[in-house]
């Protein structure tokens, strides 16, 4: 099947390890941050959010980071498994207006 | 339904022909996108629609390129003469109001040949 992830920058990651996916965001003006897991063959699924009124939040195994001074995002997956290998997109929103734009993408690949 | 539906899941098309992608959005959710999404790449914005009006066409590539929601649920893109470069998938995603998170359906892969 087409592979999403063809051309994106991949981390490769040992089963059991912690992994860190970094984005970069454009919009000083974004106040909402989404990260989504998307697999081959699937629509994007939502990962993780965080305001701009905020550094960090937690969610089962995933942990987002947000340093707003330089414009820069992290998901943090904790002991990775098999089932996290999929590209993860960072999403921002400015503030008052919905369009989405996503990030460019990254590949996991975990190593059993 | 549970989750945003699109149909079709395939689309094979000729070059110079008319094609409608349809969306079926969550029930209740108010706002409504479409993306495209070409292979190795991110989900690019087309258009979002609030409620019936679309707020934000700005990503529709060109004329060729429209969108309806008539009664707010139900949305349907329209691609007149599909070029080849047309070719992606086509992905929709719903809200329940504006500025929360989107849920994405699986997409429409539309080829043209």
């Known amino acids: 099947g087409e592979s999403v992830g063809l051309h994106l920058p991949t981390l490769s990651v040992q089963e059991g390890d912690n992994s860190i996916i970094n984005c970069a965001y454009s919009n000083s003006a974004s106040d909402y941050f989404i990260w989504y897991k998307q697999e081959s063959g699937k629509g994007p699924q939502f990962i993780i959010d965080i305001r701009s009124n905020m550094d960090k939040r937690q969610g089962q195994r995933v942990t987002v980071l947000l340093n707003k001074t330089v414009k820069h995002l992290s998901l943090q997956i904790a002991a990775t498994q098999p089932g996290d290998s999929a590209v993860y997109f960072c999403?921002?929103?400015?503030?008052?207006?919905?369009?989405?734009?996503f990030g460019t993408g990254t590949k996991l690949q975990v190593i059993p | 339904g549970a989750g945003v539906s699109q149909t079709p899941s395939n689309k094979v098309t000729e070059k110079g022909k008319y094609v409608e992608l349809r969306c079926d959005p969550i029930?209740?959710?108010?706002?409504l996108y479409w993306y495209r999404q070409s292979l190795g790449q991110g989900p690019e914005f087309l258009i979002y629609?609030?409620?019936?009006?679309?707020?934000?066409d700005s990503g529709l590539p060109n004329d060729r390129f429209f969108a309806v929601r008539p009664e707010g649920s139900v949305s349907t893109l329209k691609i007149q003469r599909t070029e080849r470069g047309d070719s992606a998938v086509y992905l929709c995603a719903s809200s329940p109001t504006s500025g929360t998170e989107a849920f994405f359906g699986q997409g429409t892969r539309l080829t043209v040949v």
């Open positions: 029930s209740g959710h108010t706002a």
């Open positions: 629609f609030q409620g019936t009006g679309a707020a934000d």
């Open positions: 999403a921002e929103i400015p503030g008052g207006y919905q369009k989405v734009t």
